[in-house]
C-alpha cells in the first residue's frame, strides 16, 4: 500500500526568529557566525541566505532557534558585529512555524504549489521556507499562525469529519 501524500502538520511557537543583514557575502562568513552561535550552546533549526543583491556584495542571513537560546544567541552576535561586518541584526520573537509532514511528498508534485496558494488563499505571508525530502516548513507570524494550520489542514483534506483511518500493523519480528 502507498504511503499517504501527507501524514501531517505540526507547528511551533517557541522559536524566535534573527535575521543578519548586510552580511559580507565572502567564503567563511556563514562559518564564522554559526561558530559564534554554537558557542553559546544555541541550538538551531531553519536556516535561509539571500543571494547576494547584484553589485553589493552583501547577504542577508535568517535562522530560528528556540525562546530559551535566543536571546544568548542574538548577544554574542551583536557583540561580534564588528568583527563579522555586518550592518543590523533584526529580531523577532514573534513567529511560528507550521511544518507539513509526509514521505509521499517526494513523488508528488505540486505539493509545495498547494501548500502556498492555501496560504496565499487565506491573506497570510511567508517569513522563510525550508524543505526536505519529507517536510516543508514555512515561519510565518504567530499571530495567524493558527488560521494558517486550519487553511493548510483543509487544502489537504486533513480535516474531514469522516477521515479514513490507516493502521500498519506488524509481528514486530
Do not use: W
Request: glycine letters at 10%; proline letters at 3%; one cysteine or more.
Amino acid at each position: 500500500m502507498e504511503a499517504p501524500v501527507i501524514s501531517g502538520i505540526a507547528h511551533d511557537r517557541s522559536q524566535d526568529k534573527i535575521t543578519l543583514v548586510g552580511v559580507p557575502d565572502i567564503p567563511g562568513a556563514a562559518a564564522r557566525i554559526f561558530e559564534i552561535v554554537a558557542r553559546t550552546d544555541a541550538n538551531i533549526d531553519m536556516i535561509v541566505q539571500d543571494v547576494s543583491a547584484e553589485g553589493t556584495g552583501l547577504t542577508n542571513i535568517s535562522f530560528t532557534c528556540p525562546d530559551g537560546d535566543s536571546a544568548k544567541a542574538r548577544a554574542a552576535l551583536e557583540a561580534a558585529q564588528d568583527e563579522l561586518g555586518f550592518k543590523t541584526l533584526h529580531f523577532n520573537p514573534n513567529i511560528g512555524k507550521l511544518s507539513l509532514v509526509g514521505a509521499g511528498m517526494r513523488s508528488h508534485p505540486g505539493v509545495s504549489a498547494k501548500l502556498f496558494g492555501a496560504l496565499s488563499e487565506a491573506g497570510i505571508n511567508i517569513d522563510m521556507i525550508s524543505t526536505s525530502e519529507i517536510r516543508i516548513s514555512v515561519v510565518v507570524d504567530d499571530a495567524v499562525l493558527d488560521e494558517a494550520v486550519r487553511a493548510v489542514h483543509s487544502a489537504f483534506g486533513l480535516d474531514a469529519e469522516a477521515a479514513e483511518a490507516v493502521v500498519y500493523g506488524g509481528t514486530g519480528r
